[in-house]
Structure formats: C-alpha cells, structure tokens
C-alpha cells in the first residue's frame, strides 16, 4: 500500500520535480526493466528478517537516470524502513557525517549519491561505521588527546556512483553486495512509458510509445522526460492524446533527429569531423563544443559509442565510419587516418 503523499501525478502545482518524483516507482512490483537485480535483493530481505538483522550494505553503480535512486526508495519501502538520502559532495566534513549517523533510526537505509566524491577523511570515518556501528574519534592532540567513540543505531547503506573505480579498494569491499544497472531494452522502456502516462493522465498510442522507447537511449529517466514533452503539445493541440504525430513535432522542437541524435551529440560529432580523421583529445573536444570534460565522458559519449558512433582511443577521440554516415558525410581515406 502506498503511503499517503501531497502529491498526485497529473496535478500542476509543484512543477517538473514533483512529476518525476510521481513517477517513480513505489516498490518492486512497479521497478521495471532490471528484473535481475530484484531476485538477490528480495533474498537477501527475506534472510535479513528471518535473523532479525539490518540488510547488508549495497552499492549500485551504472550510468545516470538508470534507476539507482529509485531502487533505493523501492528498497525502503519494501522493508518498511526510514530512509535518509544524501550526496558524496554535500559530506565534505567528517562531522556532516557524523551529525548524519548519528540520528539514524535502527534499520535506516542511508543512501548516499556519488559516493565516488567523498572526502577521503569522510570516508575512513565510514569504516567503522559500517563494519561495527561505532564512529571513533578523536579529540585535541599530543598528551591530552582522548579517543571517543560513539555507537550507531544498525543501518544499511546504500551507495550509488557512476564511477565505481573512483572507490578505494578497502571502501569498496566493505559493500556486501554490488549491483550493477545496465541499460534498459526497448520493450522495458515501452512498459515505464505506458506506466508513466497513466499516472500522467495522458492517451499514449502504440506508435508513439514504441518511438519514445527507441530514443530513450535506454534509459527511463529519458523517456520520462521525452514523454513530459509531448505531454505538453499533446495537452495544448491533441486534446491529451500522445500519437506519432505529437512525437514527431516534440522531436522538431527539441531538435531531435530520426537516429535520435540531439544538439549535444551533434556537436560532438560535428567537432571529430572537423578534425578529419584526426584523434581529438577529452579537453580540446570539451573546448571545442563548449561542455563541460565529465559531461561529455559520462553523459553524451557512452550513448553516442553504443551506437557505433564514435569511438575511444589511448589518442584521442574518433568517429566511426558509421560517425560519419550519422552526419551524411563521407569518411576521410584511411591513409589520413592512419598518417594521423
């Protein structure tokens, strides 16, 4: 049973975040498309019950909009359970963490985003922590210095990171368990999206949502946002029905070619061309599109190299043959390339 919230999808007040936050799922049964990583963790709750002890800790790791943050709050629903949330870079100091651990109810599942960014000083506190529920610590120096140590109410802690090989080894292997999202296929993203406009309170036709799912990039929080928009000119000039001729003037708008491409990935490819062949290193690609070196490493390339487009290499960045295709230009001759 779902608890009793303020909001209700498909009412205006609250804008765009309280939408998303509607549309995520409520627990297992509505967590769709990473069916394989529900199984382990229903054992692992039906054991942790039966022994009356916390879960072990998780980490969840994959690429942005996979649904690491919405496992977390299905989790804790699931377990019935507080559920406190954070982020590695709002930790900065050892006593943010402390004052966190601290007030934790027993059984709370602490879930911090990014963990990846946590202060080194910040994470050997979570040692302890998480190995015995006590933060030891101590206070002034030399002679008169005193070890405190401070026991924890039993929690889980649930860490999720886009960049798992940022993690220190003994940090990392205090994780009892590791899960890792993929993304998701075409018929998983097909079910979010009828889903999603149900609880948006939209007519989604057949068509459309199999085009929706196919330039999702395979990944929900992507088709969440595709669907928000033609919601918006469905509401405005379809009477609230999603057909594939609403999706296809969203695409015009958002710029949105028919290989799913947007203004960032051209950009970027539009930039490898203009070295003609030639490698382009992460920062004068960065330079040259005008975004950000993360950005483009975790948000834009890893869509763009699944596709065949663009390729990775100790030199530089490339484009494929199929790179070139994408941008109806001829590949340079591979005696350039290979000079270059």
Same mark, same amino acid.
């Given at each position: ?46 054991? @942790? ?15 942005? /909009?996979?649904?690491? =943050? ?15 949330? =954070? ?6 100091? @050892?006593?943010?963490?402390? /004052? ?94 009828? #889903?999603?406009?149900?609880?948006? #309170? ?16 395979? =990944? ?74 993360? =950005? ?11 596709? /065949? ?13 199929? /790179? ?17």
């Amino acid at each position: 049973m779902r608890p009793p919230s303020s909001f209700e999808p498909g009412v205006s007040e609250g804008g765009e975040v309280d939408f998303e936050r509607g549309l995520q799922p409520q627990d297992f049964s509505e967590f769709l498309g990473q069916e394989n990583l529900l199984e382990p963790l229903r054992l692992m709750i039906r054991a @942790a019950l039966e022994r009356e002890e916390t879960v072990e800790h998780l980490l969840f790791t994959g690429l942005p /909009g996979l649904g690491k =943050t919405s496992l977390a709050m299905a989790l804790a629903k699931e377990l019935g359970a507080p559920l406190k949330m =954070t982020s590695g870079p709002a930790l900065s100091r @050892a006593k943010d963490l402390v /004052g966190i651990l601290s007030q934790l109810e027993k059984g709370t599942l602490l879930f911090i985003d990014e963990i990846h960014r946590l202060p080194t000083e910040v994470e050997e506190y979570l040692y302890g922590a998480m190995d015995r529920f006590q933060i030891e610590w101590t206070f002034d120096a030399g002679v008169h210095a005193r070890l405190l140590k401070l026991d924890l109410q039993p929690f889980t802690l649930v860490g999720a990171t886009t960049r798992e090989a940022l993690l220190t080894p003994p940090f990392r292997s205090r994780f009892g368990h590791h899960l890792r999202f993929e993304p998701y296929s075409e018929s998983a993203l097909a079910q979010i999206l009828v #889903r999603s406009a149900q609880l948006l #309170r939209i007519k989604l036709d057949d068509a459309a949502t199999a085009i929706l799912a196919d330039h999702s990039r395979g =990944t929900p929080r992507v088709a969440n946002r595709l669907l928000r928009r033609t919601r918006d000119i469905a509401q405005l000039e379809n009477d609230n029905h999603v057909d594939e001729a609403v999706v296809k003037r969203t695409f015009s708008l958002l710029e949105i070619d028919a290989r799913g491409l947007e203004r960032p990935d051209r950009r970027v490819l539009e930039a490898l061309a203009q070295a003609a062949g030639r490698p382009l290193g992460l920062k004068n690609l960065g330079v040259a599109v005008g975004e950000a070196e993360d =950005t483009i490493a975790e948000v834009i390339e890893p869509w763009l190299i699944r596709q /065949g487009l663009l390729q990775r290499t100790p030199q530089g960045r490339l484009l494929t043959p199929e /790179g070139w295709l994408a941008l109806g230009q001829a590949p340079p001759p591979l005696s350039d390339s290979a000079e270059a």
